[in-house]
């Protein structure tokens, strides 16, 4: 009687104090506690990060649990069910998210990017962490041995994981089993198990889409560790996520966990609303939010993950600093890009961009075409100035933009990776007679993504950037003959020069703002002065300044206005349209082209509203001429008018005006 009494008091103490199971279907009022930047979201779900950059997000179960038997000192087994999901609503996913265990809610030395916010460089591997993780980890970084950038690992006190295996699952039919590839950062919700066994001594780790495979099917990692060394008696568990210079959301969508038991199978036949970007999901719809196609992010992934795939496991002769880590996710291998553009031999050569010698490149392993950017530096200094703009523009992403893919260093060369364009630049085609003319329609959208780009990165972005270098040898056109504005950014270091007293005026001789010349000083007019430029240039088929043509017609823009004034606006537009365009449009770009070349700065239309032009949101505005001087040509020097035109339409009177505003019909 006594004994039995004493029995089922121990078990009642031993099931009250060790034995701990919950289960979240939603995570609102979970008995979670949040820090850096995970939140619980509106339909209660965990969201560990956001699509910003560099993020770290962690959330814990509040209360601490026992992992361990203080008698003995071994490791209890543990269960826990949970569905993540990963959303790429850009072109990179960000580092990844772990399920975690450890003595601590809070990671002071914590990096982002691959440190997935529980380590930092130094503390990474260190055996006092006392931190157990499995990771699942969209992001290949070769300093901490990733095996690829779609795996799961097991991580004791590192990210260098101990053990890791390509995203799979298995599935047993008729007595066959099969492994299947599972992508994370698919957006589709994905279930894990994670099975600890304290007696058998071993970790089970299993993946499945939802309702495929069960829990009970082969693990697709299953590893005979003793945890008893890493974990403490009292410990937290919960996860941990985290962004680089490229991101994702990552979000946990329900969550069992048990000691000593089986963590409680998941419901997940309604699972919460979560971000994401596929179209083809019901709700919110982030592609058509951001204006990016679908088919291009789709490409753009699969060529990313690719690159990333590839960049390998590092034992080369590079050295890699400290620093350089910090910008880990886009670095490739010298030796990678060495093979890839043949060791750089000539006739890998495709240009002379702006900065440095362009090469055509073709990855290794994949196939992949890109296009290598040679830019050589002078120090280390400036190699690390570098970094830090490529890192930052690294993170724009515009349809309209050249894809930067990454970087590498080779000692104080900075190599820039993007994507290949197969069909070059637009200079090409309007200046050389082997490419075929495009038409009109072509020209005109070409313009307008042109335009597109310039708005994204002087008003859409968190920061204004100022591209500096806006002419048609800068637009190139991928495989849909779509404008991508390349070399954006890239200036600005050019501008500090070597010592910073002396600024360097940047651009290219015939897009150059006049006010450059004075100020030497960027603006987001001076774009636009470029981009008048561009557009005049599109229009009539040739260069700004052009020393082959008769004295009156040399200067573009000027040629442009006297035939404007002169009501021969025709004579202008390129003869190789062979009169194929629509006369309204051609006429509000030139007459667009014109302002943008206004002399003076503020007088000139911002990108928003060339953008709405040309997108006919807005229409053209009446412009009346009040007063006009066409500077004397002096040598090369380049003039320009003097004009100055009013959004007035009551005072469109003069005879100037009645011509500027009929141009030409
Ligand atoms: C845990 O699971 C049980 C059974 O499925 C369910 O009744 C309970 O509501 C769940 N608890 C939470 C917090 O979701
Ligand atoms: C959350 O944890 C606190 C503190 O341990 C506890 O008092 C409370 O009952 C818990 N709430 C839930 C919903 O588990
Ligand atoms: C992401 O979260 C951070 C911190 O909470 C916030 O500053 C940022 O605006 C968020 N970004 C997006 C895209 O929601
Ligand atoms: C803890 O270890 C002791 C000694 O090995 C053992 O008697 C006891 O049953 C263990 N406790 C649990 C909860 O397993
Ligand atoms: C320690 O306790 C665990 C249960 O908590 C038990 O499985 C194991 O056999 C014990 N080990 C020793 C050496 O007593
Ligand atoms: C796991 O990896 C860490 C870091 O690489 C290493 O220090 C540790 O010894 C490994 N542990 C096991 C059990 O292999
Ligand atoms: C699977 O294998 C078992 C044992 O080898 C056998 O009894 C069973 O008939 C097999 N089932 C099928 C569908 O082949
Ligand atoms: C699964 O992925 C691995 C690694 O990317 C690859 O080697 C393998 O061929 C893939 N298997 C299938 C069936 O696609
Ligand atoms: C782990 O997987 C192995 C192999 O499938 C299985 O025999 C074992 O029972 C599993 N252990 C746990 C704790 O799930």
């Not at 609102?28 to 699509?51: F, P, R, Y």
């Not at 543990?78 to 072109?91: G, H, K, Q, Y």
């Not at 940047?506 to 002065?529: C, I, N, Q």
Request: hydrophobic share 40%; aromatic share 10%.
């Amino acid at each position: 009687m006594l004994l039995q009494a004493l029995l089922l008091f121990l078990a009642m103490n031993l099931s009250s104090s060790y034995d701990i199971a919950f289960n979240y279907s939603s995570f609102h009022g979970a008995n979670m506690s949040l820090n850096g930047v995970s939140e619980i979201t509106g339909s209660g779900v965990l969201q560990l990060t956001n699509n910003s950059q560099p993020l770290i997000g962690h959330a814990f179960y509040s209360n601490l649990l026992q992992f361990k038997n203080s008698s003995n000192g071994s490791a209890f087994s543990f269960s826990t069910a949970f569905v993540f999901a990963i959303t790429v609503p850009l072109v990179f996913p960000g580092s990844g998210l772990a399920f975690v265990i450890s003595p601590t809610t809070h990671f002071e030395e914590a990096d982002s990017a691959q440190y997935l916010g529980l380590f930092g460089l130094t503390g990474n591997g260190d055996p006092q962490n006392q931190v157990f993780a499995v990771e699942f980890d969209t992001l290949r970084n070769i300093d901490v041995g990733d095996i690829d950038s779609n795996h799961v690992g097991i991580d004791l006190n590192s990210v260098r994981s101990n053990v890791s295996a390509h995203a799979a699952y298995y599935l047993t039919e008729n007595n066959k089993t099969t492994i299947h590839n599972l992508s994370l950062t698919s957006e589709d919700p994905i279930q894990v198990w994670i099975e600890y066994d304290g007696t058998e001594k071993l970790l089970n780790v299993t993946l499945s889409p939802i309702g495929i495979a069960g829990r009970t099917g082969q693990p697709l990692i299953s590893y005979g560790v003793d945890l008893s060394p890493t974990l403490q008696e009292f410990m937290y568990v919960g996860f941990s996520a985290s962004t680089g210079i490229v991101a994702s959301y990552h979000s946990i969508l329900e969550w069992s966990f048990a000691i000593n038991g089986r963590a409680r199978d998941l419901d997940t036949s309604k699972l919460p609303w979560y971000p994401r970007s596929k179209s083809s999901s019901k709700g919110l719809s982030m592609v058509s939010m951001i204006g990016i196609s679908l088919s291009s992010i789709i490409v753009a992934i699969a060529a990313i993950s690719v690159i990333l795939f590839i960049v390998r496991r590092g034992t080369y002769e590079e050295i890699v600093e400290d620093w350089e880590l910090e910008y880990g996710p886009h670095r490739f291998s010298y030796k990678e890009i060495s093979m890839a553009t043949n060791g750089f031999r000539d006739e890998e050569l495709i240009g002379f961009g702006g900065f440095g010698k362009v090469y055509k490149g073709v990855m290794p392993d994949s196939g992949l075409q890109v296009a290598v950017k040679q830019v050589a530096q002078e120090s280390e200094h400036r190699v690390r100035e570098f970094l830090a703009e490529v890192s930052s523009i690294g993170k724009l992403r515009h349809r309209n933009l050249v894809p930067l893919l990454g970087w590498c260093k080779q000692r104080a060369d900075l190599i820039i990776v993007y994507e290949y364009m197969p069909h070059g630049s637009l200079d090409k085609y309007l200046f050389n007679d082997d490419k075929p003319p495009l038409g009109w329609k072509q020209r005109h959208k070409i313009l307008k993504g042109v335009a597109s780009a310039l708005l994204y990165l002087h008003e859409q972005w968190e920061q204004v950037v100022i591209h500096r270098d806006v002419k048609a040898g800068n637009v190139l056109l991928d495989a849909e003959m779509n404008a991508r504005l390349g070399d954006f950014g890239l200036a600005r270091l050019y501008e500090h020069g070597s010592d910073s007293q002396t600024t360097r005026v940047v651009g290219t001789f015939g897009y150059l703002a006049p006010e450059m010349s004075r100020t030497g000083k960027a603006t987001t007019e001076s774009d636009v002065f470029s981009y008048g430029a561009v557009l005049l240039e599109v229009a009539c088929g040739r260069r700004p300044i052009d020393g082959q043509r008769p004295p009156e017609e040399i200067i573009l823009v000027d040629w442009v206005w006297e035939c404007i004034k002169g009501g021969k606006l025709l004579d202008v537009v390129d003869p190789r349209l062979e009169g194929c365009f629509d006369i309204g449009e051609i006429t509000m770009v030139l007459r667009l082209g014109l302002w943008c070349s206004h002399p003076v700065p503020t007088l000139r239309p911002s990108m928003k509203q060339v953008y709405q032009y040309l997108d006919g949101d807005v229409p053209f505005p009446e412009i009346s001429v009040t007063k006009m001087v066409v500077q004397e040509k002096k040598n090369d020097q380049y003039s320009f008018l003097e004009t100055s035109y009013r959004h007035d339409p009551s005072s469109s009177s003069s005879a100037d005006t009645a011509i500027l505003l009929s141009g030409g019909r």
